[in-house]
């Protein structure tokens, strides 16, 4: 094929045409081309041409192969993307899509051109039924004629299904026998196949009837666990993520267009005054609003995976005990004698509507016993890596320390509690890992309280150590419990934050990598200079890249909205 490539600046734009980006570039200057023509424009640049190399084009030959044809309709990348994808919708997929085993209803979906036929070849129907109105039918092999149930058949004529083709439901007895002669009789009609794993979600995507947040917030809430994760995930699957990034992509499209339409047009039309300065504003705008948005704290992410949370102290002080009381089961091993737990004990939890991971650690002692020393050392390296640290200690043991202990921070405070003198190396490297220990992520709890003598001034303790919540418990008689769960509640609040409030969060490291590579584009824009030192063809590249990674977020990624803002704003043409 051959690339037309309008420019003032021929020669630099060769060179940014050559980029993996050169379809999408060419396609849009083969398109403006053609409108020019086609509205009579005059069409006066300098123009540049060279080969193009075969199936360059997003990876796809099939794109290639139409170019070299001259297949020209003015279709954006994604639509062309998604029309020659070597996944194909021409065959009809179905599978059990109700949980394994055995139930008292099981769910079996068919979805394609060929859902109605498979329909009406097992519910023996001479005509289609009515659109999403369920019918009782008796169920046969369509080669045998074998009664396999009698159920319920739903039909979903496209696009108003899940996947935006043709579907059907199939609702028979949970039995497996019943399921598994149901999916042997639709294997037996020509056109239809097992589905592989995500075949419907998929489907449903290149249909456009899911962006690809949506996609992911449909399998965080397959798999959400608490209510927090359910609401978060639902708030995705529904769209309100992408609705965000997609309102940041159309203001940068609009952006851009302006910036092209300046280079394309200043000469020639009356384009307004002051336009890229005005562009520059808005640019600033919408990286304030990425940033603010990258420096949520992980909270979106955190409530994905689960709060990470490391119990740790000296042995004995009580943490296994403190493990088995919130997992309401006998999780770990509990012994008088110290150094019982020697590795990671982890356990998942829902506390409160929030998913946490709970891990139980050795004590923390200068160590001899080489397996113990591992021990401590994997109990430091999870507690450095935890989003929440539960400091134990046996407050009875520590009766004198806690009456006289002033103002202290909350790594003094556990280096003191472990009686760390910095004369051995294990307690110089021990106390090194305990600064990591700070006020935001650590919570003190202060266990035997049953042991304390008579007349002890619990509340006296409270404001020593600066900026950390205290909680006095009793693991054996679980007196203070509820109160130091109210103040682990406080902390996971503040760590996950309200999935309802606000702009939704991040919650897929893949969004944070694509966003902080946007963020890098638009500071690129803003630094390529001002006034007459402005490169607009620079900056249009910037814009362009910005807008890229932000429909990889979502899987939209096109360059003809662009064109049609050019057209639209300033009514090129006329």
């Known amino acids: 094929g051959i690339y037309v490539l309008t420019t003032k600046m021929a020669s630099w734009r060769l060179c940014t045409a050559c980029r993996v980006a050169s379809p999408s570039r060419r396609l849009r200057n083969t398109i403006l081309k053609q409108r020019r023509d086609t509205h009579g424009t005059r069409f006066t640049r300098r123009v540049a041409t060279f080969p193009v190399a075969s199936g360059v084009v997003v990876g796809c030959t099939a794109i290639s192969r139409a170019w070299s044809e001259r297949w020209t309709p003015p279709v954006a990348p994604a639509v062309l993307a998604r029309h020659y994808s070597v996944f194909s919708t ?3 997929v179905f599978a059990l899509s109700s949980g394994q085993g055995k139930c008292g209803v099981s769910v079996i979906r068919a979805s394609g051109p060929h859902a109605l036929q498979a329909l009406m070849k097992i519910a023996r129907l001479k005509a289609a039924p009515k659109s999403r109105y369920a019918l009782l039918r008796k169920l046969t092999d369509p080669q045998s004629g074998d009664t396999i149930d009698h159920g319920l058949i739903l039909w979903f004529p496209a696009p108003d299904s899940f996947t935006g083709e043709d579907s059907v439901e199939f609702q028979t007895h949970g039995g497996p026998s019943v399921v598994l002669a149901l999916l042997t009789a639709l294997a037996k009609i020509p056109g239809c196949r097992h589905a592989e794993p995500g075949d419907f979600t998929k489907r449903a995507f290149f249909n456009n009837k899911l962006d690809l ?19 978060q995930a639902l708030r995705q699957m529904e769209g309100d993520l992408g609705r965000l990034y997609e309102q940041w992509r159309k203001a940068l499209l609009r ?19 002051g336009l890229v300065d005005q562009v520059r504003d808005k640019v600033e705008v919408l990286l304030r609003e990425i940033t603010d948005h990258l420096n949520d704290g992980r909270r979106g992410e955190r409530l994905r995976s689960g709060v990470h949370v490391a119990i740790v102290g000296a042995p004995n002080a009580g943490k296994s005990s403190l493990l088995n009381i919130m997992c309401q089961r006998p999780a770990a091993i509990v012994s008088s004698f110290a150094g019982t737990t020697r590795d990671v004990l982890e356990s998942a939890l829902d506390i409160f509507g929030y998913p946490i991971v709970l891990s139980d650690t050795a004590g923390l002692r200068v160590a001899h016993d080489p397996v113990e020393q ?7 390296q999870r507690a450095q890596t935890a989003d929440l640290k539960i400091l134990i200690a046996d407050c009875s043991l520590h009766t004198e320390l806690l009456q006289t202990l002033s103002d202290s921070n909350i790594s003094d405070f556990a280096r003191r509690l472990l009686e760390l003198k910095s004369t051995e190396n294990g307690e110089t490297w021990m106390a090194k890992a305990l600064e990591a220990f700070t006020s935001e992520d650590t919570i003190v709890v202060l266990n035997k309280t049953d042991l304390l003598p008579p007349g002890f001034d619990e509340n006296s303790f409270s404001s020593r150590v600066e900026g950390v919540p205290t909680c006095w418990i009793s693991c054996k008689n679980n007196s203070g419990i509820g109160s130091f769960m109210e103040t682990l509640k406080k902390h996971l609040e503040q ?12 919650t897929q490291a ?5 966003l902080s590579h946007c963020s890098t584009c638009l500071d690129n824009f803003l630094a390529v200079g001002t006034g007459e030192d402005f490169h607009l ?30 057209f639209k704003d300033f009514c090129i043409g006329k």
């Open 374 to 380: 591992e021990g401590v050392r994997r109990a430091l």
């Open 255 to 273: 952006c851009v267009a302006h910036v092209e339409a300046t280079i394309d047009f200043g000469e020639d039309e009356n384009i307004e005054e």
């Open 537 to 566: 063809d620079i900056a249009a590249e910037e814009l362009r890249g910005a807008i890229r990674q932000l429909g990889r977020i979502t899987g939209r990624v096109g360059v003809e909205e662009i064109l049609d803002v050019v």
């Open 495 to 506: 760590l996950c934050g309200n999935p309802l409030a606000g702009n939704p969060s991040l």
């Open 213 to 231: 947040t949506g996609v992911e917030g449909l399998a965080d809430l397959i798999h959400a666990e608490t209510e927090a994760q359910r609401k």
């Open 510 to 514: 893949r969004h944070r990598q694509h």
């Open 90 to 92: 021409s065959d009809t």
